[in-house]
């Protein structure tokens, strides 16, 4: 079945790296997705990773697939207070229509 | 390039009573999603179309949902009657239809059931 599951919280300083962690149980996953959530807000689109990659970077985002563990990490260099937010991982499963499973999301906060 | 929008941002209503959703998707996306998001939760589908078509409408709770895209551009999210575990935030989400391509999202209406 289909399961993805991420911490609830992380706190860093600003200017320090932050590393978001998700694991997924379906190992037909085609796609994973990042979606920032900030308070009000829908899901913004930050990065995806096609499931037989392992590492794509863009900018200050880096994206780790970990296919053998089902783990995927989004890591966030020079985080700002601007990347307060809540984080979503999603992973699309092969011949599932495009369908979205999410985590519960990862809320990041960001200390001066 | 537009965003995808929906309308209204927020709703309050009382149970038993009954609510839509708008949402027009990006110009020239074919399929369209439509989300329920609990407060603490990550969204959960509630219905895919293609075009003015549904494929995917398995966890649709049938009995006081509906929802239609009649001409394949824009989509209503019906709730009749409303129950309190339906407070939520709805999300319509778009993509080109395109194996794999990513999802947009809106801002999503805020529904709180009194």
């Known amino acids: 079945g289909e399961d993805v599951e991420q911490s609830l919280f992380l706190s860093v300083r600003e200017g320090d790296s932050s590393v978001i962690n998700c694991t997924y149980t379906?190992?037909?996953?085609?796609?994973l997705y990042w979606y920032k959530q900030e308070p009000g807000a829908g899901l913004q689109l930050l990065t995806y990773?096609?499931?037989?990659?392992d590492m794509k970077q863009d900018q200050r985002l880096t994206v780790l697939l970990n296919k053998k563990d089902k783990h995927l990490s989004l890591r966030i260099a020079d985080t700002q207070t601007g990347d307060s937010a809540i984080y979503f991982c999603?992973?699309?499963?092969?011949?599932?229509?495009?369908?979205?499973?999410f985590g519960t999301g990862t809320q990041l906060k960001v200390e001066l | 390039e537009a965003g995808v929008a929906q309308s209204p941002r927020y709703k309050i209503i009382e149970k038993r009573q009954s609510v839509a959703f708008w949402c027009n998707p990006i110009?020239?996306?074919?399929?369209l999603y439509w989300y329920q998001q609990i407060l603490g939760q990550g969204p959960k589908l509630l219905i895919q179309?293609?075009?003015?078509?549904?494929?995917?409408d398995s966890q649709l709770p049938k009995d006081r949902f509906s929802a239609e895209r009649l001409k394949g551009v824009d989509s209503t999210l019906k709730i009749q009657p409303a129950k309190l575990e339906d407070s939520a935030v709805y999300l319509c989400?778009?993509?080109?239809?395109?194996?794999?391509?990513?999802?947009?999202f809106g801002d999503g209406t805020r529904l709180s059931i009194l």
């Open positions: 990773i096609f499931s037989n990659m």
């Open positions: 989400a778009s993509s080109s239809g395109q194996l794999n391509q990513p999802q947009h």
């Open positions: 999603a992973e699309s499963i092969q011949g599932g229509g495009n369908k979205l499973t």
């Open positions: 379906d190992s037909s996953s085609t796609y």
């Open positions: 179309f293609q075009n003015n078509g549904v494929v995917d």
């Open positions: 110009s020239g996306h074919a399929t």
